[in-house]
T-cell receptor, first 116, second 110 residues
Framework: GAVVSQHPSWVICKSGTSVKIECRSL??????MFWYRQFPKQSLMLMAT?????????EQGVEKDKFLINHASLTLSTLTVTSAHPEDSSFYIC????????????FGEGSRLTVL | DQQVKQNSPSLSVQEGRISILNCDYT??????FLWYKKYPAEGPTFLIS?????DKNEDGRFTVFLNKSAKHLSLHIVPSQPGDSAVYFC?????????FGKGTKLTVNP
């Protein structure tokens, strides 16, 4: 099956620093990738839709300058949490939709961010 | 406004019995439905899907039923196994976005 890899899987950083999380589709090309955030005991919250070669579309309430998304190629999207604060600590998950759109999304393993 | 609802936050069943996970949706524009399974600290993994033109899709121990008139779908797992213990998310799609329910934590007891 299609594989989506996220890196790093765990990251701990100090408050005020920036953290970059990568999302790669390993065996397929994806024009569209999605970034989610999961709070404890809650569903996955869609943060933004990332389209290759264009600006990301952010969901209401998500700060664009705080969560920078770049989709530089058909296999890579990055999420940068800028000037991280403890409240940004969360589990971040990406998903990718293959070029041949079957409606299915393939998810990365997730990245646990802890901001001290 | 929650468009996809999983009203049972948890479900506990005995190994070998049937697990039935339910999901309701409100948006009649949704035309594709998916179930994902998620272990703690991992990303969701795709289980099974169903298009709105069907009312049933089966894959091994997993069957998804769709009742469009009731805007309801369910996932049946039979027989349930301890390894099935996880959080199950129902998701619906009408455009390029997926809308997720809050999940149901399934525990299968040996």
């Amino acid at each position: 099956g299609a594989v989506v890899s996220q890196h790093p899987s765990w990251v701990i950083c100090k408050s005020g620093t920036s953290v970059k999380i990568e999302c790669r589709s390993l065996d397929f090309q994806a024009t569209t990738m999605f970034w989610y955030r999961q709070f404890p005991k809650q569903s996955l919250m869609l943060m933004a839709t990332s389209n290759e070669g264009s600006k990301a579309t952010y969901e209401q309430g998500v700060e664009k300058d705080k969560f920078l998304i770049n989709h530089a190629s058909l296999t890579l999207s990055t999420l940068t949490v800028t000037s991280a604060h403890p409240e940004d600590s969360s589990f971040y998950i990406c998903s990718a939709r293959p070029l041949r759109n079957t409606g299915e999304l393939f998810f990365g393993e997730g990245s646990r961010l802890t901001v001290l | 406004d929650q468009q996809v609802k999983q009203n049972s936050p948890s479900l506990s069943v005995q190994e070998g019995r049937i697990s039935i996970l339910n999901c309701d949706y409100t948006n009649s524009m949704f035309d594709y439905f998916l179930w994902y399974k998620k272990y703690p600290a991992e990303g969701p993994t795709f289980l099974i899907s169903i298009s709105s033109i069907k009312d049933k899709n089966e894959d091994g121990r997993f069957t998804v039923f769709l009742n469009k008139s009731a805007k309801h779908l369910s996932l049946h797992i039979v027989p349930s196994q301890p390894g099935d213990s996880a959080v199950y998310f129902c998701a619906a799609s009408g455009s390029e976005k997926l809308v997720f329910g809050k999940g149901t934590k399934l525990t299968v007891n040996p």
